[in-house]
Structures are given as structure tokens and as C-alpha cells.
């Protein structure tokens, strides 16, 4: 090899990895400017609830630079250092709220995963036939659900749960939260169990299980990851309802979304106020996503490839 060649071969190795640096370089530079794009709101939010009014309406975004701490929208909670020993009935307020959006999203959830689940799995594996529905209609009915503005149900809801005895009630608000989320636990599920062979039933059935017990010792650990996905997304729906939340509720089972909105009033937003209470109700979220983050990857990664 010439010493023309190998300064030729060299060139274009260079040329290679400059191309393939600046490539990752932009690449890279996407992701953090979208990661800091996505993730302003919630510094926001945070960096408000320790404002004072001039900070907020001057628009002062760093601390320690552009405005001092205080802890102002946590003192309107009770929840701040100096009030966190004494009695404060805000904070129990906060804390019945807070109570309530957690009972409520978490068995609205683990409810509609259930029977989403066991809709799906059956969806997936058995022929139905209702008239002229067969299985891709009942699954498109189901989820076609979602194509009804919830205000539409707003009087018919009121109208039954008066009836029922169900207004101001956690359980009204589980059973309606389920009936909102089911349809989406149905659709993803059913696609987890159809990327999952019918072989690996097949032969646990020939080894003498039922189809239950084929269901809970090999289909269920397959799907798991697909199952805490659907779980997460539906607990993040349920939690963040607002319009069903304010119209069926009064005291007893108020939620957290409704304690954030009736920091409006008359005399403006307490916007410390209701960014303490925004960063008290995205934190519970936060920890969930991260904790289990693994299983949402591989849900969302589940049927992918196959």
C-alpha cells in the first residue's frame, strides 16, 4: 500500500467519525432541549410554590439568583417546616383530598385491570359472536367508548347516582373511574395476549392444568409487564380526572384536582398556593413512574417484535 493510499484511507476514516460525532452531537442535543421542554412545567411548578407574589408575576425563574425562597405556598398547606408540628386544618383538608384521590385512582385501577385484563385475555384467545359482532367489532366497541365527550354522561350519571345513593361517595368515583379506563386496559391487553404464542397454553393444558390455571402460571407472567403499564397509565388517568371529580362530589370524597382548582376565586389565583398542591399531586406519579420504570419499557416494548 502506497503512503498515498493509506493518507487516503485515513482521511476518509476521519471524515467517517466526524460525521458520526456530529451525528450523535445533534442527535443528543434534540433529546436534551425536548427533555428540558418536558420538564419545565414541573420546575415550574416547583420553583412557584416557593414564590412570593412580586417573584410570581415578574416571572423569576432561578432561585437563589433571581429571587430568594420562601415557603410561602407550602405554609398555605400546612406542610411547611414551621407549621408541620402544630394543628392545621388545611393540612388535614389536604390530606383527606389527597386521601381520597389515592383510594380512588388505585381501585379504579386494579378494578379495571382486572376486568380488562379477563376481557382481553378472552378476546384474544376465544371466538365470540353477538348478531353481526364478532371479535375485532367487540374490541373496536369498546374502545370506540372513548369517543364520548364525559360531558355528555354528566346529567345521566347525576341523575343515577342520585338515585343511587352514590353522589360524594368514593366508591361512585371508583365505579365510574373503571368504566372511563376500562376501554383502554381492554385494548392493551389484548394486544399483550395476542403476542404471547397459544402453544405455551396448548402444552400446560396437556400437562393437566385448566385454562385458568394455564392463565395464572404462563400467560400472567408473560403479560405482567404489559399489565403494570396499562396500570400506571390508568392510575395516572384516574388521578388527574377533574370533571366527573367536580360534578359528583361536594365534601366527603373530594379529590385533589378539585382542591387545585378551587384556588381561583374572587380576588385572583394563589398560584404559591396551588403550585404547592400541583407538585403534592405530581410527586405520588413521579416516584410510581420511576420506581417502575423497567416494567413500563417492557411493556410498551411487549408484541413488538415476534
Known amino acids: 500500500m502506497t503512503p498515498r493510499q493509506i493518507f487516503h484511507d485515513s482521511d476518509v476514516d476521519l471524515g467517517y467519525r466526524a460525521r458520526w460525532l456530529s451525528g450523535r452531537v445533534a442527535v443528543y442535543g434534540v433529546l436534551l432541549l425536548w427533555t428540558l421542554i418536558c420538564l419545565f412545567p414541573i420546575y415550574w411548578t416547583l420553583t412557584t410554590s416557593f414564590k412570593m407574589a412580586p417573584d410570581v408575576m415578574q416571572g423569576r425563574l432561578i432561585p437563589f439568583v433571581d429571587f430568594v425562597p420562601k415557603w410561602k405556598g407550602w405554609e398555605s398547606l400546612g406542610l411547611s417546616p414551621r407549621l408541620i408540628g402544630q394543628e392545621s386544618t388545611v393540612r388535614e383538608e389536604f390530606l383527606k383530598r389527597f386521601t381520597n384521590s389515592t383510594i380512588t385512582a388505585l381501585g379504579s385501577s386494579a378494578l379495571a385491570l382486572v376486568l380488562g385484563s379477563m376481557t382481553a385475555y378472552g378476546l384474544s384467545r376465544f371466538r365470540y359472536r353477538f348478531g353481526f359482532m364478532r371479535n375485532p367489532d367487540i374490541s373496536f366497541f369498546f374502545l370506540s367508548q372513548l369517543i364520548l365527550p364525559p360531558v355528555v354522561l354528566a346529567l345521566p350519571f347525576l341523575v343515577l347516582y342520585k338515585q343511587l345513593d352514590l353522589l360524594d361517595t368514593r366508591i361512585g368515583l371508583i365505579l365510574l373511574y373503571t368504566l372511563t379506563v376500562l376501554p383502554i386496559v381492554i385494548w392493551i391487553m389484548r394486544d399483550q395476549f395476542q403476542s404471547i404464542p397459544v402453544e405455551l397454553e396448548e402444552a ?88 417502575l420504570e423497567r416494567f413500563i419499557i417492557r411493556g410498551m416494548a411487549a408484541g413488538a417484535v415476534r
Do not use: C, H, R
Not at 239 to 252: G, I, K, R, V
Not at 270 to 287: D, E, F, G, Q, Y
Open 204 to 291: 400446560a393444558l396437556v400437562d393437566g392444568l385448566s385454562i385458568w390455571g394455564a392463565f395464572l402460571v404462563i400467560v400472567l407472567p408473560i403479560a405482567l409487564p404489559g399489565m403494570v403499564a396499562a396500570f400506571i397509565l390508568s392510575l395516572v388517568l384516574t388521578w388527574n380526572e377533574y370533571f366527573f371529580a367536580a360534578l359528583l362530589t361536594s365534601t366527603d370524597a373530594k379529590t385533589l384536582p378539585v382542591m387545585v382548582a378551587s384556588q381561583t376565586g374572587s380576588q385572583g389565583i394563589n398560584w404559591w398556593a396551588m403550585a404547592a398542591l400541583s407538585a403534592s399531586a405530581i410527586l405520588p406519579l413521579i416516584v410510581i413512574g420511576i420506581v
